[in-house]
């Protein structure tokens, strides 16, 4: 691959299709790391998905299928689901961005100063995002009562425009805290400007596969067509088809971290180093 070190040749723009190609690349030419990486952490999650499980044999668990009864996760259990993503996350940020091999062992996970930095922007971004989006569907709501309830519409589509945005402006905060750098909720906005689409194509187009797959998988296993089937199928089919999906449906999700943590990375490494005033090594992106 051509040097790009030097400021004369890199791109002025983030280069939307050669950060998608790369990150494909680097994902799938790390399965090993990746594999390691997420070995403990997905090994968690699995668990904890098989734990929460309902019998598959009752009344409820139909009517659940159906759509008839909704399940929330408590706060303690989504917790317990957050912990091992944030560990996988924060571990997959500083391999993809420093390429430390030490960095890729089943123990090289931690939970330290930048996992809890990491765990609080989470929190912060998300908190932003809720409020922006009540703020603007309050405003929406009293003048629908005016204008009429075609409105609302709008400001439905406003309220995912501003969601995206704030999603995307500030996104930077989280690679940055997985390596424990200093940039913060101002820099993320500052080091984005310009960048808001080209950040939205790379994202569509490295999930698009992995959502074409899934989508397959969902299709082949249809789980809940098998259990609102009118009885077609027994309840050790039915146990069967679940577990598979499941365990099909934990590695997709192994991949798409992967994958979107990696791309995040790499855009990471491009707009940090170009807010900075610093030329990006785009050869590591191989």
Do not use: C
């Not at 500083?94 to 091999?101: A, E, L, T």
Request: proline share 3%; charged share 10%.
């Amino acid at each position: 691959m051509t040097d790009m070190t030097h400021s004369a040749q890199m791109p002025e723009k983030l280069p939307v299709w050669q950060i998608v190609l790369q990150t494909y690349g680097f994902v799938f030419g790390n399965l090993g790391a990746l594999f390691r990486v997420g070995l403990i952490p997905m090994a968690v999650y699995g668990a904890l998905i098989m734990l929460i499980q309902v019998d598959l044999q009752t009344e409820e668990f139909r009517r659940i299928a159906e759509g008839e009864v909704f399940v929330p996760i408590s706060g303690l259990t989504g917790i317990l689901f957050a912990l091992p993503v944030l560990l996988f996350a924060t571990a997959w940020h500083r391999y993809s961005i420093s390429r430390d091999p030490a960095m890729t062992g089943v123990f090289s996970l931690r939970l330290g100063k930048a996992e809890l930095v990491f765990l609080g922007y989470g929190i912060l971004v998300y908190a932003m995002i809720f409020i922006a989006g009540i703020a603007i569907g309050i405003v929406g709501g009293v003048l629908a009562a005016f204008v009429g309830q075609w409105f609302m519409v709008v400001m439905v589509f406003a309220v995912i425009a501003v969601m995206s945005v704030f999603l995307i402006r500030l996104t930077l905060v989280f690679p940055a805290a997985a390596i424990g750098a200093t940039a913060g909720i101002k820099d993320s906005w500052r080091a984005t400007r310009g960048s808001f689409w080209r950040i939205l194509a790379i994202t569509f187009l490295v999930l698009l596969p992995i959502g074409v797959v899934s989508l397959i998988v969902a299709t082949t296993f249809d789980t809940v067509g098998l259990i609102t089937g009118h009885g077609s199928a027994a309840p050790d089919q039915l146990e069967q088809a679940i577990r598979i999906t499941s365990f099909i449906n934990l590695l997709s999700y192994w991949i798409y971290i992967g994958i979107s943590i990696g791309a995040l990375s790499f855009i990471y490494k491009f707009l940090a180093g170009k807010d900075i005033g610093e030329p990006v090594d785009l050869t590591v992106f191989r």
